[in-house]
């Protein structure tokens, strides 16, 4: 069951700050956000997760509201090598929690 | 340090054939994964091994599928007889230990077309 509710395609101009928004209005209190890419032809790959304060690493920052329903992700500055789908997922602190993919957004970056 | 390694990229059979696809983690990893991703969907968890134990198993289709890992190292995931819905990409991934915090390393992936 799909926990998390993304759009299908955006698009974004090079050099410019891409915003993806995921909406996950049944998370409970022990339930993190993480985000994942994945490249054509290639495997996902990790990019951020969160619990509730925003993150930011070298890929990007992950900005979640104070009520948690919600959440985007920032790639600042696009560049072609981000167009990717990204995928938003829910996942509990428990060790035996899977990764469960929803559809993803498909984010191209426009030259 | 090298990534989760697959082979073969890519594999043609013919309906009712056998096909087996290999896996190596990253070196130390505990866990590992085997993902199937049909075309325009996410990736969905076939099974999952700590060490050599397979600890969840529930979405694998028993009936044809089937793997191991022996050694609790590399893996082999085998489907037998392959039928034309099996096509799909099989990703298999690693990751330190089970923990929510371990991040999940995939590998590049076999897509499998069953003719």
């Known amino acids: 069951d799909a926990k998390t509710t993304q759009p299908p395609s955006m698009d974004c101009a090079e050099g410019r700050a891409a915003n993806l928004p995921c909406n996950h209005s049944t998370i409970s209190g022990n339930e993190y956000v993480y985000w994942y890419r994945q490249i054509h032809s290639q495997g996902p790959q990790y990019i951020i997760h969160?619990?509730?304060n925003n993150e930011t690493n070298e890929m990007a920052s992950l900005i979640i509201t104070e009520d948690r329903k919600s959440s985007t992700l920032i790639l600042p500055h696009a560049t072609l090598r981000d167009t990717a789908v990204y995928y938003c997922?829910?996942?509990?602190?428990?060790?035996?929690?899977?990764?469960?993919f929803g559809t993803g957004t498909r984010l191209t970056i426009i030259p | 340090e090298a990534g989760v390694v697959q082979s073969p990229r890519y594999k043609i059979i013919e309906k009712k054939q056998p096909v087996a696809f290999w896996c190596n983690p990253i070196?130390?990893?505990?866990?590992l994964y085997w993902y199937r991703q049909n075309l325009g969907q996410g990736p969905e968890l076939l099974i999952r091994y700590e060490n050599e134990e397979a600890v969840d198993d529930s979405q694998l289709p028993k009936d044809r599928f089937s793997a191991e890992r022996l050694k609790g190292v590399d893996s082999t995931l085998k489907i037998q007889p392959a039928e034309l819905g099996d096509s799909a990409v099989y990703l298999c991934?690693?990751?330190?230990?089970?923990?929510?915090?371990?991040?999940?390393?995939f590998g590049p992936g076999t897509r499998l077309t069953v003719l």
């Open positions: 997922i829910v996942r509990g602190l428990f060790g035996n929690e899977k990764l469960t």
């Open positions: 969160g619990l509730k």
């Open positions: 070196s130390g990893h505990n866990t």
């Open positions: 991934a690693s990751s330190l230990d089970a923990d929510s915090f371990d991040t999940q390393y």
